[in-house]
């Protein structure tokens, strides 16, 4: 963040200092987690449904804070956050925040962050949304526009009222590039972070089911998603979807610039001749106004593809040519965690770990990558889909599980194993499409599952870990790789 004094917070927010004069400066990061105080940082002072850290306020402060930024008065130096402005209460919910003191300084951080991004000259922000594939594309997008100048992304995904403007105020004077996501439970909350960073380029990837229970239709979905579109200045530029008729009928709600991106004739940035290898890493030849070029992704599964063509389209904006792009984008790497992580033990077996979320986009994606590495060898190697809910589906939480299930057995997967009574409709699903016998198994949870498969994997077997990230299957993929060192 830009150096600024408790004074100068407190006259940003709209704030009052309480047991300081308002000179101390704030020169390090800003953090909600004592472990993670700077010297010279911010401590944002949030209340939790365990523990609350107004209480950890002195404790951020002594080890190096330079102040902390609360909802009511602490035993430090702080800036005290004005109660939330009504228009934007909705937007600002936490677990656990009875009193509203959360809400306040959330919004006292996304009007810093404002400031901030402000004050940055020559600062281009980028961000990203969509029902899948948000924190993989914000990931490359990150990496191919390194070689131009210091980009700022967030860690895993950080998109939502807390992390936005977390990562917003991570950007500095030397700063050229801010890469964000967006993440949305509700209309009007992709415009409320689209005010804490106004974008320049916006992108969406797609309009599925995910939050489907807050939104209540894909129409909704849409409808929420593009206001990233509606945000941007008549000079911006709009990445859109052109294979996803919702995300490519959001042209008409921009004054910006539209780029189509996707294997749509009518895309201006388009991938053709796409071929998948035996681990499901996908290259294709680039097809743009400015000239071809054949990228080779190291990345794994065929939605890569798509992600990519959202990260080639902003750097060309960007006057990058086809060929950088393809060199950038061959270059990439994985960057998030359990995010198509895919090892091979020594006996053999192939662990697929895209346990970090699902929704039903990205699991149906998951599921095609497994059956493209499982079929890649001949004979074709056996394979196992390890899943567990995916949630926030309201209403059609049985039917998408059942739909899950069903896919399974036409994509041929040899094994599923479905993990929680959350997730039962996948389970069923598979035997009522396939008659299956022993092939699909429900368990409780993740120990079972773990014993399970220790038992009954053999050299060979591909396994894809994969749920919504409150239930933490990633363990599942981490027991049984510790299982192939013994």
Request: glycine share 10%; aromatic share 4%.
């Amino acid at each position: 963040m830009i150096a600024l004094t408790l004074a100068e917070i407190a006259k940003i927010v709209g704030g009052r200092l309480h047991a300081t004069d308002g000179t101390p400066v704030v020169t390090g990061s800003i953090e909600f987690d004592t472990r993670k105080v700077t010297e010279g940082g911010l401590f944002l002072a949030l209340p939790g449904e365990r523990v609350d850290g107004h209480d950890f306020a002195a404790q951020a402060v002594a080890q190096g804070a330079a102040g902390v930024l609360a909802g009511r008065e602490v035993d430090a130096p702080a800036v005290i956050a004005p109660p939330v402005e009504t228009k934007h209460a909705n937007a600002y919910v936490l677990a656990g925040d009875k009193t509203g003191e959360g809400a306040a300084v959330l919004a006292a951080l996304a009007k810093l962050a404002r400031y901030v991004t402000d004050q940055i000259e020559g600062l281009t922000i980028v961000g990203v949304t969509g029902s899948a594939g948000k924190t993989s594309t914000k990931d490359l997008i990150a990496q191919v526009l390194r070689p131009v100048g210091d980009v700022i992304a967030p860690p895993e995904s950080f998109n939502n009222e807390l992390g936005h403007p977390w990562t917003a105020l991570r950007a500095t004077d030397d700063t050229k590039f801010l890469v964000l996501e967006l993440s949305a439970r509700g209309i009007g909350h992709i415009a409320n972070l689209c005010e804490i960073a106004p974008p320049k380029f916006g992108a969406v990837l797609n309009v599925g089911t995910a939050h489907l229970s807050e939104f209540g239709s894909r129409e909704g979905i849409a409808q929420g998603k593009g206001e990233l579109i509606e945000a941007l200045p008549e000079d911006g530029v709009a990445i859109l979807n052109a294979d996803d008729p919702l995300v490519a009928g959001m042209a008409s709600r921009t004054k910006a610039k539209v780029v189509l991106v996707g294997e749509n004739k009518n895309a201006d940035v388009r991938a053709e001749n796409i071929e998948l290898d035996e681990q499901a890493r996908a290259s294709f030849t680039l097809k743009t106004a400015q000239g071809d070029a054949q990228v080779k992704l190291a990345l794994n599964g065929l939605h890569q593809v798509g992600n990519a063509l959202v990260a080639a389209a902003i750097a060309l904006e960007l006057g990058a040519t086809p060929a950088e792009v393809a060199e950038r984008l061959g270059a990439a790497e994985r960057v998030s965690a359990h995010r198509m992580v895919i090892t091979d033990r020594a006996d053999g077996v192939t662990i697929v770990d895209d346990a970090y979320n699902a929704n039903p986009d990205s699991v149906r994606a998951a599921l095609k990558a497994l059956a493209t590495i499982s079929r890649a060898t001949t004979p074709a190697r056996r394979s196992w889909a390890v899943l567990g809910p995916m949630a926030e589906l309201g209403d059609d939480a049985v039917r998408e599980h059942d739909e899950i299930g069903r896919l399974v057995v036409r994509l041929d997967i040899s094994k599923l194993v479905v993990i929680g009574d959350a997730a039962r409709a996948m389970h069923q699903g598979a035997h009522l499409e396939g008659s299956w016998g022993e092939e699909s198994v429900l368990v409780p949870d993740a120990d079972a599952a773990i014993t399970l498969l220790r038992a009954e994997l053999r050299p060979g077997d591909v396994v894809l870990v994969k749920a919504s990230n409150a239930y933490r299957l990633w363990r599942i993929a981490e027991a049984l790789l510790e299982a192939g060192t013994k």
